[in-house]
């Protein structure tokens, strides 16, 4: 598997390429499908999971899927009351503010995500050999800036308050988000996807020192308690240029790098230790010019090469962030095309 060989210092076949969001809204095929149906009932649905999961491997060629779930999937399975508001992103009934609220954080019994697991189970099936399936979850502190703020936020009022005014409560509540991530990505691992993303997207917002007295112990035990499994894993984040190197320390094979940063100055500050993945700014697929995609995709290219000749193990290529909903299905295929061309 290109991903996996580009993720471990092997030689890939050709160059490893998927795209965070890569089944979404850019399709008609997912349009169609997902008509009529929330989107958080959508992701315990294993057929249409499944589906949903595959409509971007079969029309852009990309060398992984990545199960189509959603971070709160497994806070919804443990019995969170929220919802996934289509433009906003999750919705917490009843944010998670005192320590009354914390105590009664429940725990994810790994059969409540049965859903998730038999879907993997049907993409292993349909996927071809050389293509790797990509289980996710979502780190403990962009969990919990949801369930702290209960939306989405700019500015993580509550929840840095929380933290800094309230250690221990916040402690205790990064260890129990970080226990539904670890029991959910177990499941994935056990019921066999090739290679798993940490998404904390939102530890962008942390000073460096924040990050690593408040979170990257939580991550830590995260990223430990998935070792065993012996898979790659891949630890992402926007804006996360200057906190790459501690969240590479938290124990990951790839770290994964917004289009702000070019990737052989990334790798570079980790210090050439993992395997790197980005970045394609994701509005470049917007610019609706040919010439434009392939020199950024070269300029991209090129990066990772200079990474990988500095040290760094491999470069998946990817985007710096998610696939915006209104990008055009052909350009993505075309940028596929361009990336395994080169
Ligand atoms: O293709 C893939 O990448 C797999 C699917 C995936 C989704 N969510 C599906 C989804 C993944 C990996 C996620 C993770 C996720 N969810 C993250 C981390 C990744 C990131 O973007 O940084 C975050 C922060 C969330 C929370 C969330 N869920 C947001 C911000 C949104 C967007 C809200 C909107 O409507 O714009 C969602 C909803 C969501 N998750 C959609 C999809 C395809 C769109 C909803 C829809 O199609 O109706």
Known sequence: MPLIAAATGGTPSRRPVWFMRQAGRSLPEYREIRAGRGMLESCFEAELVAEITMQPVRRHDTDAAILFSDIVVPLRAAGIDLDIVAGTGPVIASPIRTAADVAKMPRLDPSSVGAVTSAIGMIIDELPDEKSLIGFAGAPFTLASYLIEGGPSRTYERTKAMMLAEPELWNTFMGRIADITITFLRAQLDAGVDALQLFDSWAGALS????????APHSARVMAEVAEYGVPRIHFGVNTG??????????????????????????????????????????????????????????????????????APGHIFNLGHGVMPNTDAGVITRAVELIHAL
């Open 208 to 215: 460096k020192a924040q990050y690593e007295e408040y979170v």
């Open 242 to 311: 200057e906190l790459l190197s501690s969240m590479t320390d938290v124990g990951t094979e790839v770290i994964g790098v917004d289009w702000r940063l070019p990737l052989d100055e990334a790798a570079a500050r980790v210090g050439h230790r993992v395997a790197v993945q980005g970045n394609l700014d994701p509005t470049v697929l917007l610019a609706g010019d040919d010439a434009v995609l392939e020199r950024e995709i070269d300029r991209v290219v090129a990066a990772g090469e200079r990474a990988i000749a500095a040290g």
